[in-house]
T-cell receptor, first 113, second 110 residues
Framework: DADVTQTPRNRITKTGKRIMLECSQT?????MYWYRQDPGLGLRLIYY???????NKGEISDGYSVSRQAQAKFSLSLESAIPNQTALYFC????????????FGPGTRLTVL | KNEVEQSPQNLTAQEGEFITINCSYS?????LHWLQQHPGGGIVSLFM???GKKKHGRLIATINIQEKHSSLHITASHPRDSAVYIC????????????FGKGTHLIIQP
């Protein structure tokens, strides 16, 4: 089984809808991240969390919120989806330590019509 | 903010060729990640390095901290190496996520 899983893998929704993307990990890592990938722009950090009580905004957090329900679960929400949030979303985890390798989930392809 | 530049953006080569992908960054870092993204979208970590050189199979990664530059080499390239290769660096104190290059799209033709 994959160490980092994301659900759903694909989602098509309409403008204004609330969407939640979920990430679960079995690696026992404390640190979890949400990134989005857009063609020609590369990956960008949305939010990151060092533990259940520690949530931090990344480079492009506007329009998104997150919840760290447990060490193993980190959810990303779009309260009111808009078309320019159409992208590929990745969850990643890393262990303790300043510069640990990150492990990525398979990605969620989100389309907002 | 660290700027991460990769070159080339696109590379097509014949099977067996030696491949080099370059990565430069603007602000001193402590660690750099090389990642591989397959056509299906999944991202796999290849290397994480902070100095010198690492080798895994046909892949070799080098970094020169003073020159703010890293290279990824593929020896005896194969069509299954076709993917997007992404360089990423730890910005700030290292605990706040990665800053990514835009990737190098590599195609190896049989």
């Amino acid at each position: 089984d994959a160490d980092v899983t994301q659900t759903p893998r694909n989602r098509i929704t309409k403008t204004g809808k609330r969407i939640m993307l979920e990430c679960s990990q079995t690696k026992g890592h404390d640190r979890m991240y949400w990134y989005r990938q857009d063609p020609g722009l590369g990956l960008r950090l949305i939010y990151y969390s060092f533990d259940v009580k520690d949530i931090n905004k990344g480079e492009i957090s506007d329009g998104y919120s997150v919840s760290r329900q447990a060490q193993a679960k980190f959810s990303l929400s779009l309260e009111s989806a808009i078309p320019n949030q159409t992208a590929l979303y990745f969850c990643a985890t890393s262990g303790l330590g300043s510069y640990n390798e990150q492990f990525f989930g398979p990605g969620t392809r989100l389309t907002v019509l | 903010k660290n700027e991460v530049e990769q070159s080339p953006q696109n590379l097509t080569a014949q099977e067996g060729e030696f491949i080099t992908i370059n990565c430069s960054y603007s602000v001193g870092i402590s660690a750099l990640h090389w990642l591989q993204q397959h056509p299906g979208g999944g991202i796999v970590s290849l290397f994480m390095l902070s100095s010198g050189k690492k080798k895994h199979g046909r892949l070799i990664a080098t970094i020169n901290i003073q020159e703010k530059h890293s290279s990824l080499h593929i020896t005896a390239s194969h069509p299954r190496d076709s993917a997007v290769y992404i360089c990423a660096v730890y910005a700030g104190g290292g605990a706040d996520g990665l800053t990514f290059g835009k990737g190098t799209h590599l195609i190896i033709q049989p």
